[in-house]
């Protein structure tokens, strides 16, 4: 296979996958396979970490990009590169453009990270040009494609293409290479496809009896969506906080690979604050730093049901997160795991009215977290916004009678409401 052909006319088999290991093998870590302590305690089943975070480029994605750049031609080489990605992809191709000394132009949303957006330019340096384009990834795609008809650059996907889901799938080889049996299940955190893609080709035959479990995230379900219809489907919508995984539309070749193995791979969605509290207990217990797409499969072992004594591996795929994330990060789990609540609370325009509300309303485990004056020049009453942090979930319900048994008018604000979007 040459980078160049058509996708559409191609079949990765275990060979190329094979030969792409080796290929990669003098740029690519053999990343480590961990066992968690907490998450095989919490499941019952022997529980593996495959740490892609590890890479130089903290993320699987060198793989599939530098297994299609290492196979251009010196032509191809000297009319550059281009493509697409929402930050993982990019470095990867930014850390082989350095190393084959070819020159890449790399087109990125306005909701990269600005940690992604420093790696790419550290790991290209000089021979790379960052374009921040469009407000998905899907937009920057379109940019980047527009790029290559110019120019003639060759367009490098990020899974819609063999030779990356060829490279992508020798994380398959290396765990069968790691442990001493097949394991039952790997679970896979699911953007384009192009991993699960590679992953499921690899395990078809060599690991039959393995189940595959593709993970991706609620506000992105580009493979649920395909696969209920037949073919991929472009997202009228996409949460763009798993940025790692905020595709809104799966490859055409991942499609075709995973639709013929429907009957092998499940697929599953998790919540975006679900998946935030994981970051942080991977951070906190493992001290993983993990991504939201990185912790999207550790994620989806509390929607399964695992066989007592099963070895499981989860795909830690990526470790670029950028640290001024983390408090939208804690607030996402705090409010997924229903202890963080936000209310439009109207005080009447009287002396003591804070002092009512925290000793009517606030319970002794209670916290106010926040604060803000909406309207002040109204006579009668002063509407505030207030964040409040429960000791327990549990304790909503209380919280609640006390608010209606007071006379200071209280509203809770719905998350998924256009008001608690606005006020939050």
Same mark, same amino acid.
């Given at each position: 296979?040459?980078?160049?052909?058509?996708?559409?006319?191609?079949?990765?088999?275990?060979?190329? *996958?094979?030969?792409?290991?080796?290929?990669?093998?003098?740029?690519?870590?053999?990343?480590?396979?961990?066992?968690? %302590?907490?998450? =095989?305690?919490?499941?019952?089943?022997?529980?593996?970490?495959?740490?892609?975070?590890?890479?130089?480029?903290?993320?699987?994605?060198?793989?599939?990009? /530098?297994?299609?750049?290492?196979?251009?031609?010196?032509?191809?080489?000297?009319?550059? @590169?281009?493509?697409? =990605?929402?930050?993982?992809?990019?470095?990867? #191709?930014?850390?082989?453009?350095?190393?084959?000394?070819?020159?890449?132009?790399?087109?990125?949303p306005t909701n990269t990270p600005k940690q992604?957006?420093?790696?790419?330019?550290?790991?290209?340096?000089?021979?790379?040009?960052?374009? !921040?384009?469009?407000?998905?990834?899907?937009?920057?795609?379109?940019?980047?494609?527009?790029?290559?008809?110019?120019?003639?650059?060759?367009?490098? $996907?990020?899974?819609?293409?063999?030779?990356? &889901?060829?490279?992508?799938?020798?994380?398959?080889?290396?765990?069968?290479?790691?442990? %001493?049996?097949?394991?039952?299940? @790997?679970?896979? $955190?699911?953007?384009?496809?192009?991993? @699960?893609?590679?992953?499921?080709?690899?395990?078809?035959?060599?690991?039959?009896?393995?189940?595959?479990?593709?993970?991706?995230?609620?506000?992105?379900?580009?493979?649920?969506?395909?696969?209920?219809?037949?073919? $991929?489907?472009?997202?009228?919508?996409?949460?763009?906080?798993?940025?790692?995984?905020?595709?809104?539309?799966?490859?055409?070749?991942?499609?075709?690979?995973?639709?013929? &193995?429907?009957?092998? *791979?499940?697929?599953?969605? #998790?919540?975006?604050?679900?998946?935030?509290?994981?970051?942080?207990?991977?951070?906190?217990?493992?001290?993983? *730093?993990?991504? $939201?797409?990185?912790?999207?499969? #550790?994620?989806?072992?509390?929607?399964?049901?695992?066989?007592?004594?099963?070895?499981? !591996?989860?795909?830690?795929?990526?470790?670029?997160?950028?640290?001024?994330?983390?408090?939208? *990060?804690?607030?996402?789990?705090?409010?997924?795991?229903?202890?963080?609540? /936000?209310?439009? #609370?109207?005080?009447?325009?009287?002396?003591?009215q804070l002092r009512r509300f925290l000793d009517?309303?606030?319970?002794?485990?209670?916290?106010?977290?926040?604060?803000? /004056?909406?309207?002040r020049n109204n006579r009668e009453y002063g509407?505030?916004?207030?964040?409040?942090?429960?000791?327990?979930?549990?304790?909503?319900? =209380?919280?609640?009678?006390?608010?209606?048994?007071?006379?200071?008018?209280?509203?809770?604000?719905?998350?998924?409401?256009?008001?608690?979007? /606005?006020?939050?």
């Amino acid at each position: 296979m040459t980078a160049t052909e058509s996708p559409t006319t191609q079949v990765v088999t275990t060979d190329d *996958i094979d030969i792409a290991a080796r290929r990669i093998g003098d740029v690519v870590r053999a990343s480590d396979l961990d066992v968690s %302590d907490r998450l =095989s305690e919490q499941t019952g089943a022997r529980i593996l970490l495959k740490r892609e975070d590890q890479q130089a480029v903290r993320s699987y994605k060198i793989r599939g990009a /530098y297994n299609l750049m290492s196979q251009l031609s010196s032509d191809e080489r000297s009319a550059g @590169v281009v493509t697409a =990605s929402a930050g993982n992809h990019a470095q990867g #191709v930014a850390f082989a453009c350095r190393s084959l000394e070819i020159n890449g132009r790399i087109y990125v949303p306005t909701n990269t990270p600005k940690q992604k957006r420093d790696r790419i330019l550290a790991h290209g340096r000089n021979w790379v040009e960052l374009v !921040v384009t469009g407000t998905n990834f899907d937009a920057a795609q379109t940019a980047a494609r527009a790029d290559a008809e110019r120019t003639g650059a060759t367009m490098v $996907p990020p899974f819609d293409h063999p030779d990356t &889901m060829a490279g992508q799938g020798t994380i398959a080889a290396e765990i069968l290479a790691q442990l %001493d049996r097949a394991p039952d299940a @790997v679970v896979v $955190p699911v953007g384009g496809g192009g991993l @699960v893609g590679g992953l499921a080709i690899y395990l078809a035959e060599y690991a039959p009896d393995c189940k595959i479990i593709a993970v991706e995230p609620a506000g992105a379900p580009s493979l649920t969506k395909a696969l209920e219809a037949g073919e $991929p489907v472009t997202l009228d919508k996409v949460d763009t906080f798993v940025d790692g995984a905020a595709v809104a539309r799966l490859g055409e070749f991942p499609f075709g690979v995973i639709a013929s &193995m429907s009957d092998r *791979i499940r697929v599953l969605t #998790v919540d975006e604050g679900a998946v935030c509290t994981e970051m942080l207990e991977l951070y906190q217990n493992e001290g993983i *730093i993990a991504e $939201p797409a990185g912790a999207l499969a #550790v994620t989806a072992l509390h929607q399964l049901e695992i066989d007592e004594g099963a070895t499981v !591996v989860c795909i830690v795929s990526g470790g670029n997160n950028d640290v001024s994330r983390y408090s939208e *990060i804690i607030e996402r789990s705090l409010v997924h795991r229903g202890l963080k609540h /936000y209310f439009l #609370v109207k005080f009447p325009q009287e002396p003591g009215q804070l002092r009512r509300f925290l000793d009517e309303v606030l319970g002794p485990e209670d916290d106010i977290t926040q604060f803000e /004056y909406l309207k002040r020049n109204n006579r009668e009453y002063g509407a505030a916004l207030v964040g409040i942090e429960l000791g327990s979930a549990t304790g909503l319900h =209380s919280l609640l009678e006390r608010m209606a048994a007071s006379r200071i008018d209280c509203e809770q604000l719905e998350p998924g409401t256009a008001a608690y979007e /606005y006020l939050t």
